[in-house]
């Protein structure tokens, strides 16, 4: 049995060493293009190889707190500490591109913020991977969005929303129509208001992991939201047949090369206030 003491001392543990963790970056934190890695198993250049593609990509296989996880029930406590989480989205203009291994729609004015623990994280861009690449109790879903943000200092956190197939997603709706025919150039959306990305829910899990894709830096602080929502199959349809071919399936495998706690807000039990 675990006092609250001892986890609230375990968890700003996690914090302080995931801060000498990160690696600054003044903008996007992951690859923005399609480059030799893969999600293919056994190739040369699949996950299992990431970290002999690029010397800057090692943490890929040597990392303590990859991501990403199975949000397993028996990893999972409340923690009466967190907050619910502050989102202060706003419409900016916006770009889609097609990096080849997924779909990315990028912010380039100034799209808001979230606040965790009193520090802001800037909303750079979202993209989508198909299955979802977090597990729950070693079950996953047909799609997963993640909301990249950073910090001033170049601090990660990213927002996990999971869907499975039935109505269509509203949001992906809006952006499929200009992304059908995308090529390797940026394209112009005009205003997109991340706002008009739902979430359903305020209870979410809470855990420090990595970047997904190369350079899959550590110290990244993951909110995932606890809420399942609902995408249709032809969208997940479209969102493969856009991307290059061998990415169609573009989640990396659950990476459990530590145990990690897993934290949840539940605002029944943690309280509501920021």
Same mark, same amino acid.
């Given at each position: ?68 996880? @199975? %949000?397993?029930?028996?990893?999972? $406590? ?5 907050? #619910?989480?502050?989102?202060? &989205?706003?419409? +900016? ?94 394209? @112009? %959306?005009?205003?997109?208001?991340? $706002? ?5 829910? #305020?209870?979410?899990?809470? &855990?420090?992991? +990595? ?64």
């Amino acid at each position: 049995m675990y006092t609250n003491s001892y986890i609230l001392s375990f968890f700003f543990t996690s914090l302080i060493l995931s801060s000498f963790l990160i690696i600054s970056i003044a903008d996007d934190p992951e690859v923005d293009e399609e480059t030799p890695f893969s999600y293919e198993e056994g190739t040369h250049n699949g996950p299992g190889r990431w970290s002999h593609i690029n010397p800057n990509w090692t943490v890929c296989d040597n990392g303590e707190m990859q991501s990403p996880i @199975d %949000l397993l029930d028996q990893r999972v $406590r409340i923690f009466h500490h967190l907050r #619910r989480l502050k989102r202060e &989205y706003k419409p +900016s203009p916006a770009t889609a591109k097609n990096r080849g291994h997924d779909i990315t729609v990028k912010w380039k004015g100034d799209a808001g913020k979230i606040n965790i623990n009193g520090t802001d994280y800037k909303l750079l861009q979202c993209h989508w991977h198909s299955p979802s690449e977090h597990f729950f109790n070693r079950s996953s879903y047909n799609m997963e969005l993640h909301l990249v943000h950073q910090s001033s200092t170049g601090e990660n956190a990213v927002i996990g929303i999971t869907y499975k197939y039935g109505r269509p997603d509203p949001f992906l709706a809006k952006i499929l129509p200009y992304v059908t025919s995308l090529g390797n150039e940026e394209k @112009d %959306l005009g205003i997109i208001d991340p $706002r008009d990305i739902k979430f359903g829910s #305020r209870k979410y899990y809470r &855990y420090i992991g +990595s970047l997904t894709v190369p350079p899959c830096t550590e110290g990244v602080i993951w909110t995932i939201l606890k809420k399942v929502r609902t995408v249709s199959k032809e969208q997940v349809k479209l969102l493969r047949e856009i991307v290059h071919d061998g990415y169609e399936a573009n989640a990396r495998p659950i990476q459990e090369r530590a145990g990690r706690w897993v934290w949840l807000y539940n605002p029944n039990v943690n309280g509501g206030s920021a």
